[in-house]
């Protein structure tokens, strides 16, 4: 593995989860010995909506989704190349290897997040630099000419038991990828997000990116209820030692 491979994968393993702080989380329906019961029918709100509240984590995201493997990218050749000028730079600028923000949608892929749903917004807390989300679901539009972020502004809205997520307003220095697959200011991030039942929700993601790509392309990921647990704070940035040891090509 390379020098930049062996660092980012600790940082972005964080904390095992036997480490985080404990917490007893209220309303989980139990199994005959006492266990969380995750393949229970998912909560309700009293409007009857889906209750996406809780702690999760892609727990499948070191394999699949945080790398985007065995997807055909419709490349732009400007984002083909500076992806293949990343790879041969041997990701020497990650943004995470400079204690920066994963960004959309790479923090729902990887990062622990908690999830505080309310009848007009959702926000979701993410354990990795400790920053925060939001999602309006009030009924606002996105905003037109939006002050570029690493998370984006996001409004969302309901078809059935799916939330559609409608997300714009990237600065476009996040990478999607570990290897540095590429969006740019132009994102327009898609999510239809469903809670399968307690413990798994569905997530389909759309990238519609025509600076770094043809035409829309999608991909899912599966997060999973973490039960029993609680963040905890994580500055990437504080006692770092590891950047000024990275080495490019």
């Known amino acids: 593995m390379t020098q930049i491979?062996?660092?980012l994968g600790i940082m972005a393993l964080g904390v095992p989860v036997s480490a985080q702080w404990p917490a007893k989380t209220p309303g989980i329906p139990p199994t005959a010995d006492g266990k969380p019961r995750l393949s229970a029918p998912p909560p309700r709100r009293p409007d009857g909506k889906p209750d996406f509240s809780g702690l999760w984590e892609h727990l499948n995201a070191r394999t699949s989704a945080y790398y985007l493997k065995d997807i055909a990218f419709p490349w732009q050749p400007s984002a083909k190349a500076l992806f293949e000028e990343r790879k041969a730079n041997n990701q020497k600028e990650n943004p995470e290897g400079q204690c920066l923000p994963r960004g959309?949608?790479?923090?729902?892929?990887?990062?622990?997040?908690?999830?505080?749903?309310?009848?007009?917004?959702?926000?979701?807390?993410?354990?990795?630099?400790?920053?925060?989300?939001?999602?309006?679901?009030?009924?606002?539009?996105?905003?037109?000419?939006?002050?570029?972020?690493?998370?984006?502004?996001?409004?969302?809205?309901?078809?059935?038991?799916?939330?559609?997520?409608?997300?714009?307003?990237f600065n476009g220095k996040a990478w999607l990828s570990f290897e540095g697959v590429p969006i740019s200011d132009a994102l327009h991030l898609?999510?239809?997000?469903?809670?399968?039942?307690?413990?798994?929700?569905d997530i389909e993601l759309t990238i519609d990116d025509p600076k770094a790509y043809t035409k829309p392309w999608t991909?899912?990921?599966?997060?999973?209820?973490?039960?029993?647990?609680?963040?905890?704070?994580?500055?990437?940035?504080?006692?770092?030692?590891?950047?000024?040891?990275?080495?490019?090509?």
């Open 190 to 201: 898609t999510e239809r997000m469903r809670r399968r039942d307690f413990g798994h929700m």
């Open 104 to 169: 959309l949608p790479k923090a729902d892929a990887f990062d622990i997040h908690k999830i505080v749903q309310t009848p007009e917004l959702i926000v979701i807390l993410y354990e990795y630099g400790t920053t925060f989300r939001q999602i309006f679901i009030d009924g606002r539009a996105l905003p037109i000419d939006a002050n570029p972020s690493w998370m984006g502004y996001s409004v969302g809205h309901w078809e059935g038991d799916t939330l559609v997520v409608e997300s714009n307003g």
């Open 219 to 249: 991909t899912e990921l599966h997060p999973e209820l973490i039960p029993d647990t609680e963040l905890i704070e994580f500055v990437c940035n504080e006692n770092e030692r590891d950047a000024r040891h990275l080495v490019g090509k």
């Open 5 to 7: 491979g062996m660092m």
